[in-house]
């Protein structure tokens, strides 16, 4: 009916640019935003000769913002959700990603049970296309990350299919400034009772697994001092464990040895969480007793798996449990994974987009397990926990620095006597020095 199809992008793209319409709109916003935060006053109306203006931004602001005030529930949701300062700059974006060829990428709908909820996005499939005037135009190109292992992602779709060559290609990877015997990553494949831990989709929700995980973690408890994250695949996930372990008692095995923290969905709750965490484990460290420290239960992808350092106390064992594997029925993530399968040839007999679901996994993996260690005199133990973690290709995904001072056991004691000696010698240490 708009006849969208029949507009050309290119005029609107290049119209875009001369205005510069999206940055003064920008300025525009910005040079009032005090009175878009102001409630509007009928009884100054004729007081304030800017008024109308400030009342006629607020309702601007109100509905680029998606404020549809419903329930309450929805209220506190929509507060959670930042307000975009220029929605022009994300509308001149979308057009221009339109101009792209169709092959290249996917507009994807998401539709929510509010607008601001509901989102319409440019799906990008061939990042090379463009990457690929920035390598024609420049001498050298330096792409630079603290965690991007596993780096072969960015080597075939990003950099060999914008034209560079196998020779200019160098890699360097730095190692970590701490000595090699201050890490010590385990992978857990059987838990106390012998039971394997395998956490797939189709089997994690058994009860001997939740079990056999609880007993771990009460285990690990006993031996490891001060602070304990454990990383879980989902929020949803991590809510049914809290729950089968509440109801069988195992949390109160878990809260005799530490105080049990949960990762709030809130991120203004984030904030608070942490402290009342450090202070705990403050003051078990200060105060000898029963409680030696606190167990933080995390989220993979969440507000505390980037940007947070857990070290020292904070941080002296992290467990994932699991591997998070990215939701398959994404569509965006299923769109991605059939160009790659279009598009790319098979890497170790796997199709490209089952090798993308691996490195999504493993650089969600490194992301959260690299929250400990944050500096020289730092030490900590990380156990991962499921049988696949074994596979040597897996392995091979996880940063050098940890890659090569993990070890394998294929049960449940001789790990548990290692990460106790660990700690013990780790003490002694602190001690003499």
Sequence with gaps: ?????????????????????????????????????KPFNAQNQKESKTSALGNFLQNLNDNASGLVKLHEQEEAMDKEQPVMASPMMHIEGFIFALTSVNKDGRVVIQRQGTVSQSSLKFLLLNPAVHFAEVVKECRAVVIAGGTMQPVADFKDQLLFNSGVSADRLAEFSCGHVIPPENILPIILGNGPSGQQLEFTFQKRDKTPLLDECGRVLVNLCKVVPGGIVCFFPSYEYENLVYKHWEKTGLL?????????????????????????????????SETPGPITGALLFSVVGGKMSEGINFSDDLGRCVVMIGMPFPNVNSPELQERMAYLDKNMAKADGKSPGKVLLENL????????????????????????????YTQ??????????????????ASFGPALAAIGKFFKDRKSLGNAT
Excluded at 255 to 284: G, N, T
Excluded at 392 to 409: A, D, N, V
């Design 1 to 37: 009916r708009a006849q969208f199809d029949n507009i050309n992008l290119f005029k609107v793209q290049r119209y875009y640019a001369k205005s510069m319409l999206s940055q003064k709109l920008l300025g525009f916003v910005e040079k009032y935003q005090d009175l878009v935060s």
């Design 252 to 284: 109160v095995q878990l809260e005799a040895k530490k105080k049990i923290f949960q990762e709030p969905r809130k991120a203004s709750l984030v904030e608070q969480v942490l402290s009342e965490y450090s202070r705990c484990i403050q003051h078990s």
């Design 361 to 388: 996994c493993m650089k969600a993996v490194n992301q959260s397990i690299g929250r400990a260690i944050r500096h020289r005199e730092d030490y900590a133990n990380i156990v991962l926990l499921d049988h696949r």
């Design 392 to 409: 040597s290709r897996i392995i091979g995904k996880l940063p050098s620095w940890i890659r090569g001072r993990t070890r394998t056991e």
